[in-house]
């Protein structure tokens, strides 16, 4: 007779392997992901570059590239130059150690914060902010691009501590903006500086549509209206002259009219040359 199998033993490793599967995914999902390489780190060379701009570009690498923390001081070192490479050479056998990225509870310990110190220079925040009170829109320059580089250089004069109210971004804003522009929506008087951004921008829309019909302040415009101005008043003028009387005589005197005068008939003898009250025949019948 043949033995039966007990089922139970069937349910127990059924049981077992979907436990084992199960934390066979669960280690996987703890694992962090694998590091990937899209997108290439910059090299930075220190001097004039411009380090918040490489900073930022680093971290967009890190993220796209899924870096976790504690191999991104390894990553980047290889891609410091020139006397950016100098100063990491000293720096990493310094007290304290920078041992990290970024840590705001920390910041002499991470290396984006000493990093920051040390290449964010007193020349390159003086050349920010005279690009960025001195910046003027271009002739062909849209609202948004002068925007965008005015809200560039204020996020680089801020990054070391120093602070602008709205009110100051947005005169800042407007004293660059075109003449017709500044104009048109200084008026206003805008709070913030994406408030003087937003007008700007719909008075530009406007003028896109009309050019000829609001932008009066430019050069080529000016000097068509004044060129209209010129000849209305010099119309006026012509109308305003004294007007010689017309000569209404007939033809046959105008055909015949070369500068002589008309031949005077003597009614007496018909001769021409005299009236009848000079007559020769006179003198002769008083003889």
């Keep these: 007779?043949?033995?039966?199998?007990?089922?139970?033993?069937?349910?127990?490793?059924?049981?077992?392997?979907?436990?084992?599967?199960?934390?066979?995914?669960?280690?996987?999902a703890n694992q962090?992901?694998?590091?990937?390489?899209?997108?290439?780190?910059?090299?930075?060379y220190g001097g004039e570059q411009d380090p918040i701009t490489w900073m930022e570009e680093v971290e967009q690498a890190f993220e796209a590239n899924r870096v976790p923390d504690a191999r991104k001081i390894p990553i980047i070192v290889p891609h410091l130059k020139g006397s950016a490479a100098t100063w990491w050479i000293n720096r990493r056998v310094q007290n304290p150690a920078v041992n990290r990225w970024?840590?705001?509870?920390?910041?002499?310990?991470?290396?984006?914060?000493?990093?920051?110190?040390?290449?964010?220079?007193?020349?390159?925040?003086?050349?920010?902010?005279?690009q960025l009170t001195q910046r003027k829109q271009g002739p062909t320059e849209t609202v948004e691009q002068f925007y965008l580089i005015i809200e560039d250089l204020f996020r680089k004069?801020?990054?070391?501590?120093?602070?602008?109210?709205?009110?100051?971004?947005?005169?800042?804003?407007?004293?660059?903006?075109?003449p017709e522009l500044n104009r048109?929506?200084?008026?206003?008087?805008?709070?913030?500086?994406?408030?003087?951004y937003t007008r700007a921008k719909a008075f530009e829309y406007s003028y896109l549509q009309n050019p000829y019909g609001n932008d009066i302040n430019s050069q080529s415009t000016s000097n068509q209206i004044l060129t209209q101005l010129t000849e209305a008043v010099n119309n006026m003028s012509e109308q305003l002259k004294p007007r010689k009387p017309r000569n209404?005589?007939?033809?046959?005197?105008?055909?015949?009219?070369?500068?002589?005068?008309?031949?005077?008939?003597?009614?007496?003898?018909?001769?021409?040359g005299h009236v009848k009250t000079n007559c020769p025949l006179n003198q002769q019948n008083n003889n």
């Excluded at 048109?184 to 003087?196: D, G, H, Q, S």
């Design 102 to 130: 970024d840590d705001p509870m920390a910041q002499p310990l991470s290396f984006k914060s000493n990093f920051l110190r040390q290449f964010r220079t007193v020349s390159l925040e003086g050349k920010w902010f005279s």
């Design 157 to 178: 004069v801020i990054t070391g501590g120093n602070y602008f109210p709205e009110v100051a971004k947005a005169h800042i804003f407007l004293n660059g903006l075109r």
């Design 1 to 28: 007779m043949a033995n039966n199998q007990n089922p139970n033993i069937g349910l127990n490793n059924v049981a077992n392997n979907l436990n084992q599967l199960v934390q066979q995914l669960m280690a996987n």
């Design 248 to 272: 209404f005589k007939n033809n046959n005197y105008n055909n015949n009219n070369n500068g002589n005068k008309p031949q005077i008939i003597c009614f007496k003898c018909n001769q021409p």
């Design 184 to 196: 048109a929506v200084t008026p206003f008087m805008p709070n913030t500086l994406y408030e003087a």
């Design 32 to 44: 962090p992901p694998s590091e990937l390489h899209l997108v290439s780190y910059p090299d930075f």
